[in-house]
């Protein structure tokens, strides 16, 4: 019993240990591309971008769900953290997580492939979105650190789909209808730039107009998604200028925007220590979506 206790509260020396009935089931894991994905270079683990998926139970489901992008740099993946620990969280309000494993340069790709990854899930969730009882203009990103800058990037580059593509999954947008993005990487062109992740992402050289596409702030427009954003000002791995930089681009394009800057906390601390102030970000993120209208149930 102990040791079923212990395995329920996994994560509780960072977040509250959420109730694991809040989850409908085990979560599973499945594969973006079953047949392989585009521009793969071979059948091994890092080959194969997935998502892990986290259901609420259905009578708690509001019909919101959130791709989840940890971060790492786009050398790694904190899939802890900055995934599991996030998609139980999402669960215990009545939100869908699916925990994105994309391709990076710790498994030999750069961009394209991240993106690629991004695009396609969420094109999933949406094709699906009956199957997961999930309404489809609710589906909305989360990115951590330069998984922050995987979803901002997915909520500034995208498309309507292909209505003639033989895969279904490929007729629907990949557009996000919300975003979250946690102390994210915003600007490849800025001083505060983050270039560990620019470098492992694009190269040590790479084409300056690729650089500045993928410089997020600077491809804001009226139809960027509705956008939550989180900092601290401690922060010196990547910072806050990347979230101050974007919110200003938000409040020119008049996109609804919420932005925090707690004054204390470390880059990369999830969901936050409880008892710290940085730990009431995500009722601040939940009361947000509520705002948003995105928890209603229908």
Known sequence: MLQSMRSMCLFVAVWPCVIPAALADEPKVELLWPNGAPGAKGNEDGDKPS??????????????????????????LAMDHEGHQVARWLNSNGIA?????????GTGYGHPAPLQDA????????????????????????????GGHLASTAGTHFDKGNAEAADPIDRVSCRPDFMVLVYP????????????????????????????????????????????????????????????????????AKVPAEMHIYAKGPHG???????????????????WMREQGLLDRK
């Open 269 to 287: 601390f999830g969901l936050g220590k409880k008892g710290e102030a940085v730990a009431t970000w995500p009722d601040r993120c939940v009361d």
């Open 97 to 105: 997580g699916f925990i994105l494993k994309y391709r990076h340069r």
């Open 51 to 76: 998502l892990t998926i986290y259901l609420p139970l259905k009578e708690k489901a509001t019909g919101a769900a959130v791709v989840i992008c940890p971060g790492g740099g786009y050398g790694n």
């Open 185 to 252: 990487v915003i600007s490849f062109t800025e001083p505060f730039a983050h270039a560990g992740s620019r470098k492992n992402l694009l190269g040590a050289e790479p084409d300056p107009k690729l650089v500045e596409n993928l410089s997020n702030e600077k491809q804001v427009t009226p139809d960027t998604p509705p956008t939550f954003l989180l900092h601290t000002d401690q922060d010196s791995g990547v910072p806050a200028e990347n979230s101050v930089a974007f919110y200003l681009a938000l409040r020119r």
């Open 119 to 146: 695009q396609r899930a969420i094109r999933m969730v949406r094709s699906r979105a009956k199957e997961w009882n999930i309404v489809p203009d609710r589906i909305g990103i989360l990115g951590f650190s330069a």
